[in-house]
């Protein structure tokens, strides 16, 4: 059975009510036969990403930056879930693509960013890292500001579905 990882840091109402949207979408029942893990991104392993046959990430923006806990997530795990670095130390492109659909054979991605002000930043980071491992975007970013309105909440669970539906 096809394993989807979401691995989150939920601090706040607002990511815990997109986390537990995405969740729920994820969990649609016309989606049988998809094996849904969520993980607290301090608590998430390489172990439970190499398990996983996709990966559905979700931060709150801090300072324009992803949480320091998903950050501890990629730190911890990087090397292990097939992360590349170039000679100077940097990450070092694999060739996953941002785009949705690119990177056939390499692990499906989606991520939800919530920021007060601004989550440019945070996705510029996640991305940066995600970047340098085997893993492809399979959906759009979701970034919401301010509020988690029923829109939002609409948004992620598409998110969770969207992921979900790719591994079926």
Same mark, same amino acid.
């Given at each position: 059975?096809?394993?989807?990882?979401?691995?989150?840091?939920?601090?706040?109402?607002?990511?815990?009510?997109?986390?537990?949207?995405?969740?729920?979408?994820?969990?649609?029942?016309?989606?049988?036969?998809?094996?849904v893990v969520a993980r607290p991104a301090l608590e998430?392993?390489?172990?439970?990403? =190499?398990?996983?046959? /996709?990966?559905?990430? $979700?931060?709150? &923006?801090?300072? @324009?930056?992803? *949480? #320091? !806990?998903?950050?501890?997530?990629?730190?911890?795990t990087f090397l292990d879930i097939g992360g590349s =670095?170039?000679?100077? /130390?940097?990450?070092? $492109?694999?060739? &996953?693509?941002? @785009?949705?659909? *690119? #990177? !056939?054979?390499?692990?499906?991605?989606g991520l939800y960013v919530h920021g007060r002000y601004?989550?440019?930043?945070?996705?510029?980071?996640?991305?940066?890292?995600?970047?340098?491992?085997?893993?492809?975007?399979? !959906?759009?970013?979701?970034?919401?500001?301010?509020?988690?309105?029923?829109?939002?909440?609409?948004?992620?669970?598409?998110?969770?579905?969207?992921?979900?539906?790719?591994?079926?």
């Open positions: 059975m096809p394993r989807l990882l979401v691995v989150h840091h939920s601090p706040t109402a607002s990511v815990t009510a997109l986390t537990d949207a995405v969740l729920a979408g994820a969990a649609d029942p016309e989606l049988a036969g998809v094996e998430a392993s390489a172990d439970d990403v =190499l398990a996983a046959d /996709g990966v559905l990430l $979700g931060t709150s &923006a801090n300072f @324009g930056y992803m *949480s #320091g !806990a998903l950050k501890h997530f990629f730190d911890s =670095l170039s000679p100077e /130390g940097s990450g070092a $492109g694999s060739g &996953a693509g941002s @785009g949705a659909g *690119s #990177g !056939a054979g390499r692990t499906p991605y601004d989550t440019e930043g945070a996705v510029r980071s996640v991305q940066s890292i995600v970047g340098a491992l085997p893993w492809a975007q399979a !959906a759009p970013v979701l970034a919401v500001l301010g509020d988690v309105d029923d829109a939002a909440r609409a948004a992620a669970y598409e998110l969770g579905a969207t992921l979900a539906a790719l591994l079926t």
